[in-house]
């Protein structure tokens, strides 16, 4: 394999240059015919020199982000066991649709009277998410599972300041999502972690000693993050709601159970959810997703701007303070305009591609197949938790103890095995953990092979063949990366060389 | 189901592996009067896709697509050409179905196209560093004067007049949580005097260029009278093709940029997803929000990205990072790099000068309807007219000719008096000489 070519290349594996070491002035992929302006409405500020952007011609950019396209690994080559993220198929329907003129090309502060098939589906889709939820309202305008938590603490913020009182903390399990401490403080409470009792679940003694007359909020992932299900989440909402706080419910893994159990029905006030992860919009490489946020009965009048009604003439956006109807207190605005709509159209034609029943079923295949995972493994890897679990399986690095592989060792050497690795310590309450999310995506006989692959890897670690471990990948595009330099010396963007290169 | 793979004798194959009855007892740790039936959801059952694209369909055809005819809608989003080869490339499995870039040595593909964006948006922007996307460019105001609230350890912010009423709500919502947002009076078509404004708490003044009227703004006397008081300059940009034509922020001294990236690469798609650009001074890196790609190399010496500082971010950092962001805008931020690429320095600079010419030409033609007069004396793409009538009413009479001429001022400033006759009007490369002489002529009828 480190047979050296003239080229750099090796087969089908291509090393890329940056845009700006291909690009060349005065080089478009664009033809546009040029125009003379005058500076007469420029109030003296038209741009002195050039910016030094590369222009690259049509072929060669294809050519170079289809090279770039080569080097990542993606959900449609291969399963993509990322726990808490899911990695679950991205139906091409749901992209065409999005496409529609109808939906795509449609301005947001166009005259309400033009947009009433975009409002029609966003209400449709708000339909569909208080169903699946049992909750009475939604906020739409969320860009992101973070931006809805803060939006759901906000609206609990607001509630609270109506009732005229003043509390100021937040509770947050030790395994919680970072997002969960990092939007309560965001909204501007104090965030008081929840310590993680060794069953893997929320410890009703330690939560009763933290919750007081002060307490805002309690935040709780159902699911959680350990995989596995609240059991006394009755008791939780029961125990929240009598010192006055809000139940909130972050809805990462609603995949798990939705179709199957609503949280309107445990006594949540509201819970974000992740189109990207349950309703499969395309994680994008980092995104964009969208974060609806569901809200009780309580909760609802304090939703933020945009609201969306309908009367006699149809739909209507209501964007500002003055008009809201009656009863209606929004606590502020999450964004500019009204939403991701492009990730509506796609989580939309998820659930109407799947129909109550395919929802269901997608619940149940995921569970199926991590506790599979789960009952298949755990003989070899360590298992913290006794099963069932729910939508994926937890393994932590007891199995490895006195092997000299590490978790990550263990995650890297998937990559040499065709795979991307499993989330790795995460949660924070295991040691060393790995959390495997194989969805509801997968054959059984793609789990059976991923199986096989990690009890071996499991066995020979054991069997003290460490040398695959350590400095694996030895397969992928790169090698591990030198993280450490990275943040030391940050370089964050390209710059030209110093010195003109010297003619050959 | 179309999208399951596992059959009927799988499930029963799986279940007897892991020594469960039936699915049910997986769900065991749920309470028994938590669990819904399936008649519970008063929702349809599975459709296939000729169904599913034909309830779509229908519902899209009841809105009026900005292609079906002449368009000048902007305040805050435009619409613009994308080359055809941008949606092609996004839609590459490898861009499309990938998560973030947790694991560089397979995700070197978004990690180099990430810190490619890094460097466009420094370099449009004036700036020395950016981050790799937030969501869009009214949650990177908001994310940039908390990051000034940091940096200052001061509490106020001050925002012009001519910030996007939508933006200016949006910093509200969060940074008086955390200090104190002051809004100064709007003067649509004239320049403010912010400076006096400043006082000892004061940690940022959020000035929008072009504004949401369209006009242009100096920020340099600004950027000055804030230096010299410790005071941050945040710009605001929601039309990122200006950059091309007129000076970027950076070199009138402003210390961060919040940008909407939506005009190069992304379609309008009724607000959303859109991408946030953010840029700062270096010596800020260690206070930005977001992710930010680094370069470095691998064991055997070859160059490569990772995602570095993440000890500023939610998944190590908690309760004490700089931000809650985790997804961002990984795709329409390799939808803005793939065009920015695709203009180059040529392309992008004669995209603008086009842009520059259309409106123009468009202003100085509505300008001699009876009636209407241009307010705003500068501008790039966007200005204001003072109609003669309720601006709101005129774009409907507009919209029943076929036309979408504009946003009203009074959608985003209903208690402001004054905007009621205003109307913000955009042009673009989009735009015929066709669509211009139909506006007027429509407009003349209108206001007849």
């Known amino acids: 394999m480190s047979l050296p070519t003239i080229s750099g290349d090796r087969g089908l594996d291509h090393e890329e240059k940056l845009i700006f070491e291909l690009g060349r002035a005065g080089v478009t992929g664009v033809d546009l015919s040029d125009v003379k302006v005058s500076d007469a409405r420029l109030s003296g500020l038209r741009r002195r020199g050039t910016i030094g952007l590369p222009g690259l011609s049509e072929p060669e950019a294809v050519r170079h982000y289809v090279r770039l396209s080569r080097m990542n690994y993606a959900i449609d080559a291969g399963l993509y066991p990322l726990g808490s993220c899911t990695m679950k198929h991205n139906p091409r329907l749901n992209e065409k649709l999005a496409r529609l003129p109808g939906f ?3 301005h947001p502060l166009a005259p309400q009277s033009t947009v009433q098939g975009a409002l029609a589906l966003i209400a449709e889709l708000m339909r569909w998410l208080t169903t699946l939820t049992g909750m009475p309202a939604v906020a739409m305008s969320p860009k992101a599972g973070a931006h809805g938590e803060l939006c759901g603490i906000l609206t609990i913020r607001a509630a609270i300041e109506a009732r005229g009182e003043k509390r100021t903390r937040v509770l947050v399990p030790e395994s919680a999502h ?103 919009t395309p994680h994008g490489g980092g995104g964009p997703g969208a974060g609806p946020v569901v809200l009780s009965a309580r909760l609802a009048p304090f939703a933020p701007l945009p609201l969306l009604v309908h009367d006699e003439k149809g739909f209507r956006l209501i964007e500002n303070r003055a ?23 796609r989580a939309l034609a998820y659930m109407l591609s799947h129909g109550r029943d395919g929802i269901r079923q997608a619940s149940e295949d995921a569970v199926l197949s991590a506790n599979y995972v789960l009952a298949s493994l755990k003989d070899v890897m360590s298992a913290p938790f006794e099963g069932p679990c729910m939508h994926e399986a937890l393994f932590d690095e007891h199995f490895l103890h006195g092997t000299g ?7 890297k050497v998937m990559i040499d095995e065709g795979y991307h690795p499993m989330t790795v310590y995460f949660p924070l309450v295991v040691h060393g953990a790995m959390l495997i999310e194989p969805t509801e995506s997968e054959s059984k006989e793609s789990l059976d092979r991923f199986i096989h692959v990690l009890r071996t890897m499991a066995l020979e670690a054991k069997a003290g063949k460490k040398e695959r471990f350590e400095g694996a990948p030895r397969l992928a595009p790169r090698r591990r990366l030198d993280e450490t330099a990275a943040s030391r010396k940050p370089v964050l963007r390209w710059k030209a060389p110093d010195l003109p290169k010297a003619a050959e | 189901m179309r999208y399951l793979p596992l059959t009927k004798d799988d499930r029963a194959a799986m279940l007897a592996r892991i020594g469960a009855p039936n699915v049910d007892a997986l769900f065991r740790d749920v309470p028994k009067s938590a669990e819904a039936p399936l008649s519970g959801f008063d929702l349809p059952e599975v459709q296939g896709e000729i169904e599913v694209e034909r309830t779509l369909s229908q519902m899209a055809a009841r809105s009026t697509a900005a292609e079906a005819g002449p368009f000048f809608c902007g305040a805050g989003a435009y619409k613009h050409h994308v080359p055809a080869a941008v949606d092609h490339l996004i839609q590459r499995s490898e861009f499309l179905t990938s998560y973030t870039p947790y694991q560089p040595e397979i995700s070197q ?53 001519g910030l996007h009423p939508h933006y200016a709500e949006t910093v509200e919502t969060v940074a008086n949580l955390h200090g104190k947002v002051v809004r100064a009076p709007v003067v649509p078509g004239r320049a403010e005097d912010l400076a006096a404004m400043i006082d000892n708490d004061t940690a940022c003044i959020v000035v929008q260029s072009p504004d949401v009227f369209g006009m242009l703004h100096d920020l340099a006397p600004v950027a000055e009278a804030a230096h010299t008081k410790g005071v941050l300059l945040i710009a605001v940009v929601t039309e990122i093709v200006s950059l091309g034509l007129v000076e970027p922020p950076g070199h009138q001294g402003a210390d961060i940029v919040a940008a909407e990236g939506q005009s190069i690469g992304n379609g309008l798609n009724f607000g959303g997803p859109y991408v946030g650009l953010f840029a700062t001074r270096e010596k800020f890196i260690r206070q930005m929000p977001g992710r930010l790609v680094g370069e470095t190399a691998d064991v055997d010496g070859r160059r490569g990205y ?39 320095d040529e392309g992008f600079a004669r995209l603008a000068r086009i842009n520059h010419a259309r409106a123009s030409a468009l202003a100085d033609r509505l300008a001699q309807v009876k009636g209407v007069s241009l307010i705003t004396p500068s501008f790039f793409n966007e200005f204001t007219l003072r109609l003669p009538k309720p601006a709101a009413e005129v774009v409907e009479a507009l919209a029943a000719k076929g036309i979408l001429g504009g946003v009203p001022a009074s959608r985003l400033l209903p208690a402001d008096p004054a905007a009621r006759d205003l109307l913000i009007v955009a042009a673009t490369e989009t735009n015929t000489d066709e669509d211009v002489a139909a506006f007027a002529k429509a407009l003349t009828e209108v206001l007849s």
């Open chain 2, 306 to 344: 990772v995602l570095t500082l993440s000890t500023r971010e939610q998944h190590i950092r908690r309760d004490k990072a700089t931000s809650n962001i985790c997804t961002n805008s990984g795709l329409c931020a390799l939808a803005f790099t793939i065009h920015l690429s695709l203009l180059g």
């Open chain 1, 178 to 280: 970072g997002t969960n401490p990092a939007s309560a403080t965001f909204a501007g409470f104090t965030v008081d972690e929840v310590k993680a009792p060794p069953e893997g679940r929320v410890d009703l003694e330690s939560l009763r000693g933290k919750l007081g007359p002060d307490v805002a909020a309690f935040m709780l992932t159902n699911p959680n993050t350990c995989g596995l299900f609240e059991r006394d989440v009755l008791e939780i909402a029961a125990m929240v709601h009598k010192c006055g706080a809000y139940f909130y419910a972050d809805g990462a893994n609603f995949n798990a159970i939705a179709g199957r159990v609503r949280p309107g029905d445990l006594g949540v006030d509201a819970m974000h959810i992740n189109l990207h992860k349950t309703f499969s």
């Open chain 1, 405 to 411: 592989v590490t978790t990550l060792d263990f995650a």
């Open chain 1, 104 to 106: 795509a090309d449609v």
């Open chain 1, 323 to 345: 008009d809201v109807p009656e009863g209606a207190k929004p606590f502020g605005r999450m964004c500019a305009f009204h939403g991701q709509m492009g990730m509506f159209v």
């Open chain 2, 109 to 161: 593909g978004t990690l180099q196209y990430l810190f490619e964006f890094q460097t466009q948006v420094a370099l449009l922007t004036g700036m020395e560093v950016a981050n790799a996307s937030l969501y869009d460019g009214s949650t990177a105001a908001a994310e940039a004067v908390l990051m000034a609230q940091r940096v200052t350890r001061r509490p106020k912010a001050i925002l012009s007049g």
